[in-house]
């Protein structure tokens, strides 16, 4: 007896369900047999974070008795994290994929980190450029530095950013790739440093006179370091004027220096005007060839 075409869909069907159940069956059976596993993997992570914590306490300690600056702090605290993380990860994935060796996962992480290198270029340029920059001694937090067209103070250096605080007060997150590709002027590396102007006297002056003058009252103007030698040069022949170049020195942060300049401009304003030394504004002269003929109320 021969089966019908309809028989044969429903033998068709039940032989499919079959196989389907089957599999469901052999992944439930699968994921029970990973409970165990799960549940020590857990474990592993859970005395991974403790350790990485006890050990980020512990380092902390040991290099604030050191007195290492923060950035240095901040940087080893960071790499003892990240190298228990990855132990502690390696051990947890062993534990969970029993078939998988810790030196086909080594070797199967150093294929997939090309390709990973590839994709996320940026972010590992900036987080490399940040160790290197967390290492060196120079540039420290509170520093007033310039970086390209980025100019403020060090508020916080992390592995892919700096924190960057202008005198406006507004806050740049800059990339470290830039403050280690540009050129790094630390305004404030030591507790003082040099700073100028240049003033203008009348070409008639007694030039000798003149320096005399500013070197006295640059010395007298507040913020100047009286054990520093203050400079009055005179440096070029300007349109109306003999330019000195007037250099002192003061605190090297932002609000010494620009107190002391204050302090100087005004000083040098009233010595020169006390001693009736001309201080010259921009001045043109006309010749024409043939005389000018005025003409008011319609006469000439």
Same mark, same amino acid.
């Given at each position: 007896?021969?089966?019908?075409?309809?028989?044969?869909?429903?033998?068709?069907?039940? =032989?499919?369900?079959?196989?389907?159940? /089957?599999?469901?069956?052999?992944?439930?059976?699968?994921?029970?047999?990973?409970?165990?596993?799960?549940?020590?993997?857990? @474990?592993?992570?859970?005395?991974?974070?403790?350790?990485?914590?006890?050990?980020?306490?512990?380092?902390?300690? $040991?290099?604030?008795?050191?007195?290492?600056?923060?950035? #240095?702090?901040?940087?080893? =605290?960071?790499?003892?994290?990240?190298?228990?993380?990855?132990?502690?990860? !390696?051990?947890?994935?062993?534990?969970? #994929?029993?078939?998988?060796?810790?030196? &086909?996962?080594?070797?199967?992480?150093? #294929?997939?980190?090309?390709?990973? &290198?590839?994709?996320?270029?940026?972010?590992?340029?900036?987080? !490399?450029?940040?160790?290197?920059?967390?290492?060196?001694?120079?540039?420290?937090?509170?520093?007033? $530095?310039?970086?390209?067209?980025?100019?403020?103070?060090?508020?916080?250096?992390? !592995?892919?950013?700096? %924190?960057? /605080?202008?005198?406006?007060?507004?806050?740049? $997150?800059?990339?470290?790739?830039?403050?280690?590709?540009?050129?790094?002027?630390?305004?404030?590396?030591?507790?003082?440093?040099? %700073?100028?102007?240049?003033?203008?006297?009348?070409? %008639?002056?007694?030039?000798? *006179?003149?320096?005399?003058?500013?070197?006295?009252?640059?010395?007298?103007?507040?913020?100047?370091?009286?054990?520093?030698? @203050?400079? @009055?040069?005179?440096?070029?022949?300007?349109?109306?004027?003999?330019?000195?170049?007037?250099?002192?020195?003061?605190?090297?942060?932002?609000?010494?220096?620009?107190?002391?300049? =204050?302090?100087? @401009?005004?000083? $040098?304003?009233?010595?020169?005007?006390?001693?009736?030394?001309?201080?010259?504004?921009? *001045?043109?002269?006309?010749?024409? /060839?043939?005389?000018?003929? #005025?003409?008011?109320? &319609?006469?000439?």
């Amino acid at each position: 007896m021969m089966n019908s075409p309809l028989d044969n869909t429903i033998d068709k069907s039940v =032989d499919t369900a079959g196989v389907l159940v /089957r599999q469901l069956w052999k992944i439930w059976e699968s994921l029970v047999e990973m409970v165990p596993g799960m549940i020590i993997a857990l @474990v592993v992570f859970l005395v991974t974070w403790l350790v990485a914590s006890s050990a980020s306490r512990i380092a902390d300690w $040991i290099t604030r008795k050191r007195e290492m600056r923060p950035s #240095l702090r901040a940087l080893i =605290d960071t790499l003892i994290r990240i190298a228990i993380w990855i132990f502690g990860t !390696l051990i947890a994935l062993t534990i969970l #994929l029993p078939g998988l060796t810790p030196t &086909g996962l080594i070797t199967g992480l150093g #294929l997939g980190t090309v390709a990973i &290198g590839f994709a996320f270029q940026d972010f590992f340029e900036n987080f !490399l450029a940040g160790i290197f920059i967390m290492a060196r001694k120079k540039m420290r937090i509170g520093d007033y $530095i310039k970086a390209g067209d980025i100019e403020g103070t060090v508020e916080m250096i992390r !592995l892919r950013d700096t %924190h960057i /605080r202008k005198l406006s007060r507004e806050l740049l $997150i800059v990339p470290n790739t830039h403050m280690f590709k540009n050129t790094l002027e630390i305004l404030t590396d030591e507790a003082s440093r040099r %700073h100028e102007i240049t003033t203008g006297v009348a070409y %008639h002056t007694d030039l000798e *006179q003149a320096r005399e003058v500013i070197r006295k009252a640059v010395a007298s103007a507040d913020g100047v370091d009286p054990e520093r030698p @203050v400079d @009055v040069l005179a440096t070029q022949f300007n349109d109306s004027s003999i330019d000195f170049t007037v250099r002192w020195w003061s605190g090297s942060d932002i609000a010494a220096m620009l107190d002391s300049r =204050d302090s100087v @401009v005004r000083r $040098i304003k009233i010595a020169l005007d006390k001693a009736d030394i001309e201080i010259p504004f921009p *001045q043109v002269t006309h010749n024409f /060839r043939e005389p000018i003929r #005025l003409e008011s109320d &319609g006469k000439k």
